[in-house]
């Protein structure tokens, strides 16, 4: 018999909520299956079996949120089930003769006859529908976050072909589904039945319809979403933030990615934000303060790789996936890795170390249009980029005025690492990173 415990995902992880069961009481298991889904602070994920067996106990409800190394569920092994699926149940002990004992006579007493009673016939009860089977045993795989998505927009999970892994369904796939023009079938709607005609009754004039109430609806957050905000308000009132922000000409940086995404198949193009990881990459190998921490009191942590965290926003909050060693990977080398952390981010797939260990972030909203903001510093690094979108603008140029892409990046820094010179001179160093992008190729 082992217990399955609420594992602890990552440092900042107090407690962990069931999501949702995969494995029922008395279900056979096999050593490293999924059994439950949980939601941490980071992420959901996926727990195994740790032995072979049957589960006996379900001790953790759905949606129940316990501190991390409580026992959630019991596995035993199948000889020693009794009762449910998985083991047999022992013979019922023979029960012991008892001696008959006959009632006393009762006494005959004159029946008189009654008036036939009118029994009306009652209805058999309506049949009850079958609960339909659970996906796994179909043998449909789904990521969660798929899983929500579908959900969310009333997609039947068996009508999806999965791209994933063994044909697992993943966020792609069902977005792919709705957006090809497929509608989710509508609920059934019951039909009332018909009453039988009725004499005419007055109307009564329709009532004046009055203002229309205002109703204020409440939303519960995820462990994610709950995560972030507390480590980001953690950061704000911990760290003494300052801001720095510079312009960058990307026109030459934009010609670059072009160029080489002309021999790039669709799936590898490079991207706005992968030249921004590199350029980032390259100035700080030479502000090793800038890829560092607080260690606190008069202690400085200057980490020996460049690990660099990208910001990736997912419905149940943000996640940090990590390209790690970025001062020794190709510009393309980067890229497929960034491409590949953030498919597995947004399909659930993200393991809890693929998102630790960050040195140092960058953040884009640039898709959105928001030419600039500034970002919170992700504890306990002490720098994040923010960057804006490369848009066209008239620049002098020589003493003429010329039209070019300019990007505002803004560095968002913590005050008992470094400062703001340092600062500006790492920002410096990647706009003249990104403004000759030859350097980014070597």
């Known amino acids: 018999m082992s217990d399955i415990i609420m594992p602890k995902m990552s440092d900042a992880m107090e407690e962990g909520k069931v999501l949702r069961w995969i494995k029922q009481k008395g279900d056979d298991v096999q050593k490293g299956e999924p059994i439950a889904e949980i939601e941490t602070d980071k992420a959901n994920v996926e727990i195994e079996a740790t032995d072979s067996g049957v589960i006996s106990e379900i001790r953790i409800p759905e949606g129940e949120s316990v501190p991390i190394g409580t026992p959630i569920a019991v596995v035993s092994p199948a000889g020693e089930m009794a009762g449910v699926k998985g083991g047999a149940a022992p013979p019922a002990p023979p029960e012991e003769r008892k001696e008959e004992v006959k009632p006393p006579p009762v006494p005959r007493v004159e029946e008189r006859p009654e008036a036939p009673r009118v029994v009306e016939p009652v209805p058999p009860p309506p049949p009850t529908a079958e609960a339909p089977p659970r996906l796994e045993e179909e043998g449909?795989?789904?990521?969660?976050?798929a899983r929500k998505i579908a959900m969310d927009a009333g997609v039947d999970l068996r009508e999806i072909k999965g791209s994933g892994p063994g044909g697992r369904i993943v966020e792609s796939d069902v977005r792919s589904f709705i957006e090809g023009g497929v509608k989710p079938r509508p609920a059934a709607k019951e039909e009332a039945p018909a009453a039988a005609p009725a004499a005419a009754a007055p109307q009564a004039p329709a009532p004046t319809p009055g203002p229309t109430a205002l109703v204020t609806r409440e939303m519960t957050v995820g462990k994610i979403w709950e995560s972030v905000g507390k480590r980001m308000t953690e950061s704000k009132q911990q760290a003494p933030h300052f801001y720095v922000t510079i312009e960058v000409d990307m026109d030459e940086s934009l010609r670059i990615r072009e160029w080489m995404n002309k021999s790039r198949p669709e799936n590898h193009q490079i991207s706005v934000n992968d030249i921004i990881l590199?350029?980032?990459?390259?100035?700080?190998?030479?502000?090793?303060?800038?890829?560092?921490?607080?260690?606190?009191?008069?202690?400085?942590?200057?980490?020996?790789?460049?690990?660099?965290?990208?910001?990736?926003?997912?419905?149940?909050?943000?996640?940090?996936?990590?390209?790690?060693?970025?001062?020794?990977?190709?510009?393309?080398?980067?890229?497929?890795?960034?491409?590949?952390?953030?498919?597995?981010?947004?399909s659930g797939q993200i393991r809890p170390e693929e998102y630790s260990g960050g040195t140092f972030t960058v953040t884009n909203m640039g898709m959105y249009d928001v030419e600039e903001f500034s970002a919170i510093i992700v504890p306990p690094q002490a720098v994040i980029l923010a960057?804006?979108?490369?848009?066209?603008?008239?620049?002098?140029?020589?003493?003429?005025?010329?039209?070019?892409?300019?990007?505002?990046?803004?560095?968002?820094?913590?005050?008992?690492?470094?400062?703001?010179?340092?600062v500006a001179e790492f920002l410096r160093d990647v706009k003249q990173a990104l403004e000759s992008p030859m350097n980014l190729l070597e």
Not at 140 to 145: A, D, E, G, K, M
Not at 414 to 419: A, G, I, K, N, S
């Open 140 to 145: 449909v795989r789904v990521s969660p976050l």
């Open 387 to 422: 960057a804006g979108a490369a848009t066209p603008k008239p620049v002098a140029v020589d003493n003429s005025i010329e039209i070019r892409h300019m990007m505002r990046i803004t560095a968002s820094a913590d005050h008992r690492v470094t400062d703001g010179a340092r």
């Open 278 to 346: 590199k350029a980032c990459a390259i100035a700080l190998v030479k502000h090793p303060t800038i890829n560092a921490s607080y260690g606190g009191g008069n202690k400085i942590a200057l980490h020996p790789e460049i690990n660099i965290g990208i910001a990736v926003a997912i419905p149940e909050g943000l996640i940090t996936p990590v390209v790690r060693t970025c001062e020794k990977k190709s510009l393309s080398a980067i890229s497929d890795e960034a491409k590949d952390l953030v498919a597995r981010t947004r």
